[in-house]
């Protein structure tokens, strides 16, 4: 099975029902996850928000929890380094980027060693997807 770089905003939608998680599912039966060094602290705050605002209830938000650790068992985490910030860097002044969705692009840039042609990069930001579109991974809405 092939790896895809994976946004956290694609695995909070995959730990918690909402209308493309079975897109997603099927997505984690044909790729591996590559995930960003914080991606754990952003799928966990994507939990909370969630919780906060009512949208889940604490039993959902504890099995999402749950869903994501055992994931993070498998996945494979681009750590932080000073060519990746300076990557993020460029990033935000080329495209309409949050500074943690540059830093998402330049950890898949980084796993895919700067060749991203033929690789996937799935996530939920149509700005992060058009973004890595351009820089050609073949992108997934998720």
């Known amino acids: 099975m092939e790896y895809a770089f994976w946004d956290s905003s694609a695995i909070v939608s995959l730990c918690i029902e909402q209308q493309t998680t079975p897109i997603l599912q099927g997505l984690i039966s044909r790729y591996r996850m590559a995930v960003w060094w914080s991606t754990p602290v952003e799928v966990h705050s994507g939990f909370e928000r969630l919780r906060r605002t009512g949208r889940i209830t604490a039993n959902e938000h504890v099995a999402a929890l749950v869903e994501a650790e055992f994931f993070s068992g498998g996945w494979r985490e681009i750590t932080p380094h000073d ?30 060693n700067g060749k991203p042609q033929g690789r996937a990069f799935i996530a939920g930001d149509v700005q992060l997807l058009r973004a890595a579109e351009d820089l050609g991974f073949q992108t997934i809405a998720g």
């Open 83 to 112: 060519a990746l910030r300076d990557r993020a860097e460029r990033l935000v002044e080329r495209y309409p980027l949050k500074a943690a969705d540059a830093l998402q692009l330049a950890a898949a840039l980084s796993w895919c």
